[in-house]
C-alpha cells in the first residue's frame, strides 16, 4: 500500500470500531472489547508504518475536491509531514494503552460499550485533525473532538460535579471556537484556499492582508482547546470523568490539538510579532498560575490536570518563540509521561479508595500494596520534574533554549521580548513542577497513619500498561537526537546554561518541599503524641468519618470495599510554600468566581428579563387576541335564543333601520 492509503485507513478504523461498538454492544456485548482495542491497535502500528515511510522527508500530499464551494473549495486532503507522523504516532500508542487499562479499569461500569465507542471516535477524530490538509476537514475533527469530550466526561452523569463539568467543558470550549471559526475563514479569504500548503504557501509570499487579526482569532480556539488562560478552567473540572478518559484527553488529544494546530500553521503566527508576545505572555500566566494552583490541589487528579495546562504552557511558549520543534519534542515526551501518571493514578484511587491525598497521607504502606503504580508513577514524575535523564528533561531543555536563543536576538522570527517572557516564566515553572510533584509523591506513597487497604494485585491490563509507557518516559529524550529529521532537522540538545538553570530550579522546588514536608510531618506527629491519652475512646478507622477524603464515582466500581480512612491534618508541604496564597490557589485564583460575575450572572439576568417580557408583555398581547374574540363570541351567543318571534322582530327592525339609513342618505345627496 501506498502511504496516502496507510495514512487514510489510520483515523478510519477506531472510526469502524466506534461504529461497531455502538451498534453490537447491546446485542453482542462479547465484541465490545476487540472492537475497542484491536482497531486503536491497528491504527497504532499503520502510524508508524506512515511515520516510517515519511522518513521525516518532504511532505506528502494528497487531495480530492469534496464539492463545490464556490471561489473557496473544501478538499479531503492529507498533508503528511515529519511532526504529523510523529503526532499520529503518539495518538495511536496512547489511545491503545486507554483502551486496553479500560477493559480491567471499568469491567463492571454497565456503560462500558458506549464509553468504548466514544473513546474510539474520539481517537479518530483527533488522527483527522492530525493528517488534514484541508483546514473544514480538520474542523470537523476539532469539533467531533469537543462533543466526545462533553459526554465522555459527563460518564458518570448521575453526579452533579459530572453533569456540571461536562458542560463546563463544552460551554469553555465552544467560546474559544467561535472567534477560531472566524480566524479559519478569514485565512481562508486572505490565503485563498483552505488547504494547507496553500495557505502556507501564501503565507510565504507575503499574501497575508491581516495576519494579527487571524492569528488572534486562531489563538482564541487554541486556548480554549489546549486550555490556556484565560479559558482553562475547565480542564481541572472535567477530572470528574473516568481516569482513563482523563488519560487521552491530557495526553494525546483534545489538549494537544490545539498545540499541535499552531504547530502545523506556525507561519501564520510568525508573520505577526504582536501575536507571538500576546502567545508568551499568556503561556507564562498559564505556567506560573497552574503551577502555584497545582501546589494547592488535595485531588491527586486535580494536581495532575493544572499539571497538563502548565506543560501545555510549555509548549506554547516554545511556540511563541517560533521552534515548533521544541513544542512538539515536549508534546510528545509529555504524551507519555502524563498518560502514565493519570493511569497510575487510576490504580491509586482504586487501592486507596479516594482522590484526596491529605486521605492518602494518612495511610501507611500503599507503595507497598500497588508497587507497579508506585515505581512506574515515580519514573513518571521524575520525567514531569524534568530531571535528567528522562524524557522531561530533554524536551523542556528544548523549550528553554529555543526561549533563551530568542532573548539575545537570535531568532529571525521570535522578538527578544518574548523569548525573555518564555524564559523566565519557564524557569520559575520548573521549579513549581519539581515542588508540586514531589509533594505528590511524598503525600501519596510516604503516609502515616492506618495500614492501607490490601486487595491483591492490580489487572494485568492495568499495570502492564503502565510498564509499557514507562519505557518513553525514561528512554524517548534519549533518542531524540536520531529524530532530527522528523522534527525539521532540528537539533534538539540542551545547551550548559539552560541546563544549570532548569535542573537547578528543579532541584531547589524538590529540596524545598521535601524538607518542608518533613517539618510538617514533624509538626503533626508531635500533635497526634498531645492529643493521643485524651483520645483513649477514639472510634476505630473502618468507623471514622473522613471529610478529607473526596470520594470519586468511580470508586464504588470497584469490586473490593474501602474502609474509610480517618481525617486528620496531613503534612502537606504545599500550604507552607504557598502560605497565605493557599486558599487563593486551591481556589484557581477565583476565575470561576470572576467568570460567574463578569458573564454568568449578566447572562442569567438578561434571561430573566427576557422571561418577564414575554411572559408579561408579549403573552398579554396573544391573551388578549384570544379574549377578544371570546368575549365577542359571547355576546353574539346571547342573541340566538331559538325563538322565531324573535328572530323576525329583529329582521324587521333591521329592515326599518335599513330604510331610514337609506332614506337619509338620498336626502343628504340630493341637498348637496
Given amino acids: 500500500m501506498t502511504t496516502t492509503t496507510l495514512a487514510a485507513l489510520v483515523p478510519a478504523l477506531p472510526f469502524a470500531g466506534a461504529v461497531g461498538g455502538l451498534l453490537l454492544g447491546r446485542k ?97 477524530a483527533m488522527l483527522l485533525v492530525v493528517y488534514s490538509g484541508d483546514l473544514m476537514v480538520l474542523l470537523v475533527g476539532w469539533e467531533v473532538m469537543g462533543i466526545c469530550s462533553y459526554f465522555l466526561v459527563g460518564h458518570y452523569w448521575e453526579t452533579e460535579a459530572a453533569r456540571s463539568a461536562s458542560l463546563k467543558a463544552f460551554l469553555v470550549t465552544k467560546l474559544g471556537d467561535v472567534p477560531f471559526l472566524f480566524g479559519l475563514f478569514a485565512l481562508a479569504v486572505d490565503a485563498g484556499s483552505f488547504q494547507i500548503p496553500k495557505i502556507l504557501g501564501a503565507v510565504a509570499s507575503g499574501g497575508l492582508d491581516h495576519p494579527t487579526l487571524i492569528a488572534l482569532l486562531l489563538l482564541a480556539g487554541v486556548a480554549g482547546k489546549s486550555a490556556q488562560f484565560p479559558l482553562h478552567t475547565w480542564l481541572p473540572d472535567a477530572m470528574a470523568g473516568p481516569t482513563p478518559v482523563s488519560a487521552l484527553i491530557h495526553a494525546a488529544t483534545m489538549v494537544a490539538a490545539g498545540v499541535y494546530f499552531i504547530a502545523r500553521l506556525l507561519p501564520v503566527f510568525t508573520a505577526s510579532a504582536a501575536a507571538l508576545v500576546v502567545m508568551a505572555v499568556m503561556a507564562a500566566v498559564t505556567m506560573i498560575g497552574s503551577g502555584l494552583a497545582a501546589l494547592a490541589q488535595d485531588d491527586i487528579k486535580r494536581v495532575l490536570a493544572y499539571s497538563t495546562i502548565g506543560q501545555l504552557g510549555y509548549m506554547v511558549g516554545a511556540l511563541a518563540v517560533a521552534d515548533r520543534g521544541a513544542a512538539v519534542f515536549h508534546l510528545m515526551s509529555h504524551g507519555a509521561f502524563k498518560a502514565l ?39 513518571a514524575l521524575l520525567a514531569l520534574a524534568a530531571v535528567p535523564p528522562f524524557a522531561g528533561f530533554f524536551s523542556k531543555e528544548a523549550v528553554l533554549v529555543a526561549a533563551e536563543e530568542a532573548a539575545a536576538g537570535h531568532s529571525e522570527l521570535a522578538p527578544a521580548g518574548a523569548g525573555w517572557t518564555v524564559l523566565v516564566a519557564g524557569v520559575l515553572t520548573a521549579l513549581l513542577t519539581a515542588a508540586y510533584a514531589t509533594r505528590l509523591w511524598l503525600m501519596a506513597f510516604r503516609g502515616r497513619g492506618a495500614a492501607a487497604p490490601d486487595h491483591g494485585k492490580e489487572p494485568l491490563a492495568m499495570t502492564g500498561v ?35 538553570l532548569g535542573t537547578g530550579a528543579a532541584v531547589v522546588g524538590g529540596v524545598l518541599s521535601y524538607a518542608l514536608w518533613q517539618r510538617a510531618s514533624a509538626t503533626a506527629a508531635r500533635r497526634a503524641a498531645a492529643v493521643t491519652p485524651a483520645a483513649g475512646g477514639a472510634e476505630p478507622a473502618s468507623e471514622a468519618a473522613a471529610e478529607s477524603a473526596a470520594q470519586a464515582p468511580e470508586v464504588a466500581e470497584v469490586t473490593h470495599d474501602h474502609p474509610v480512612v480517618p481525617a486528620a491534618p496531613a503534612p502537606d508541604p504545599g500550604r507552607a510554600l504557598l502560605g497565605p496564597l493557599h486558599p487563593h490557589a486551591a481556589a484557581g485564583f477565583h476565575l470561576d468566581a470572576v467568570y460567574r460575575a463578569v458573564f454568568v450572572r449578566p447572562v442569567l439576568a438578561a434571561a430573566g428579563l427576557v422571561r418577564f ?24 351567543r346571547r342573541a340566538q335564543t331559538g325563538n322565531v318571534q324573535t328572530y323576525l322582530s329583529a329582521l324587521l327592525g333591521g329592515s326599518v333601520v335599513l330604510a331610514v339609513a337609506v332614506a337619509v342618505l338620498a336626502n343628504v345627496n340630493a341637498g348637496s
Avoid at 491497535?41 to 494528497?62: N, S
Avoid at 507522523?85 to 495518538?91: E, S, T
Avoid at 408579549?618 to 365577542?632: K, S, W
Fill in 466 to 500: 503502565l510498564w509499557l509507557l514507562a519505557i518513553p518516559s525514561i528512554a524517548f529524550g534519549a533518542v531524540a537526537p536520531w529524530l532530527d529529521d522528523w522534527f525539521d532537522s532540528h537539533e534538539l540538545t540542551p545547551t550548559v546554561l539552560t541546563s544549570v
Fill in 28 to 124: 453482542a456485548p462479547g465484541f465490545v472489547r476487540p472492537l475497542a482495542v484491536l482497531p486503536a491497535l491497528a491504527a497504532a502500528v499503520l502510524a508508524v508504518v506512515v511515520a516510517v515511510q515519511q522518513g521525516g522527508g518532504p511532505p506528502v500530499v494528497a487531495a480530492t475536491e469534496l464539492t463545490p464551494t464556490g471561489s473557496v473549495p473544501i478538499y479531503l486532503a492529507l498533508y503528511l509531514d515529519g511532526f504529523a507522523a510523529l503526532v499520529a504516532v503518539l495518538v495511536g500508542v496512547v489511545a491503545t494503552c486507554v483502551q486496553l487499562y479500560s477493559t480491567a479499569y471499568l469491567r463492571e461500569d454497565p456503560r462500558y460499550p458506549s464509553y468504548a465507542a466514544l473513546v474510539s471516535l474520539f481517537t479518530s
Fill in 613 to 636: 417580557l414575554d411572559r408579561e408583555v408579549v403573552d398579554t398581547y396573544v391573551r388578549a387576541a384570544g379574549a377578544a374574540p371570546r368575549l365577542l363570541g359571547t355576546l353574539v
Fill in 341 to 379: 501518571l493519570f493511569l497510575g493514578a487510576g490504580v491509586i484511587i482504586h487501592a486507596a479508595g479516594t482522590n484526596s491525598l491529605s486521605a492518602m497521607a494518612d495511610m501507611s504502606g500503599l507503595a507497598k500494596r500497588i508497587p507497579d503504580a508506585f515505581w512506574t508513577m515515580t519514573v
